[in-house]
């Protein structure tokens, strides 16, 4: 195939996107959506977040050190849309409906329309030129009842139905192409 450069300042990297909840000053919660989010694994379970310039999400996880990811799926999109889109230095977020309970290994708001949901404590926080990495530890993970008796070693994700970012959109997953190691299936 042959292949052309573009500028790094087009980072296209498709990936879910998660709400984060923190508790404001005054003891309301609030929330915005991050996709700056992936996974880490060192003895424990971590959560890697990128928050960049100035917002309401930041100052209070630099304040408490904690904050919740609540996963979007399609039907909290448009929810988090309104978060995302919402400046929560700018006035309470309350134009929308919605319900929360306080986390139980955590004090961080959690979504109740969200079926997958983490608690998560700092552990290690990086200034960067501007923007802020945040290393946090899963404390808990809230899910859907209806998710108990999933497979963890097998989760459906077109049972989930993750949504996915892709500058400027969301779109959907499409059909499992297939389980890992089965590469000789496909390629032989
Ligand atoms: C789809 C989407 C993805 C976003 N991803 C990020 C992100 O990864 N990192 C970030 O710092 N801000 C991100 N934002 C911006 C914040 O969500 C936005 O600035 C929000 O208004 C901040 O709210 P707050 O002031 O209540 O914290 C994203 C916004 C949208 C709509």
Redesign the pocket.
């Known amino acids: 195939m042959n292949k052309v450069s573009i500028l790094p300042d087009w980072v296209f990297s498709p990936q879910p996107?998660y709400i984060?909840g923190?508790k404001n000053e005054d003891g309301t919660p609030?929330?915005?959506?991050?996709?700056?989010?992936g996974f880490s694994f060192d003895k424990l379970p971590h959560l890697m977040?990128?928050?960049?310039?100035?917002?309401?999400?930041?100052?209070?996880i630099l304040r408490n050190n904690k904050f919740s990811a609540n996963m979007i799926t399609e039907d909290t999109l448009w929810l988090?849309?309104y978060?995302?889109?919402?400046?929560?230095?700018?006035g309470a977020?309350t134009e929308v409906a919605y319900t929360y309970q306080w986390g139980k290994f955590v004090d961080v708001p959690i979504i109740d329309e969200c079926h997958w949901s983490y608690e998560c404590e700092v552990t290690k926080t990086m200034e960067l030129d501007g923007?802020h990495l945040f290393l946090a530890r899963i404390k808990n993970i809230w899910i859907d009842e209806n998710y108990k008796n999933m497979d963890m070693k097998n989760i459906d994700l077109t049972k989930i139905k993750p949504a996915i970012?892709a500058p400027?959109g969301?779109f959907s997953i499409g059909e499992k192409l297939g389980a890992m190691g089965e590469w000789k299936k496909h390629m032989l």
Do not use: H, P, R
């Open positions: 996107m984060i923190t609030n929330f915005c959506i991050i996709t700056w989010l977040m990128t928050v960049g310039g100035t917002k309401l999400t930041k100052t209070n988090a849309d978060f995302g889109n919402k400046s929560g230095e700018k977020k923007a970012y400027y969301y």
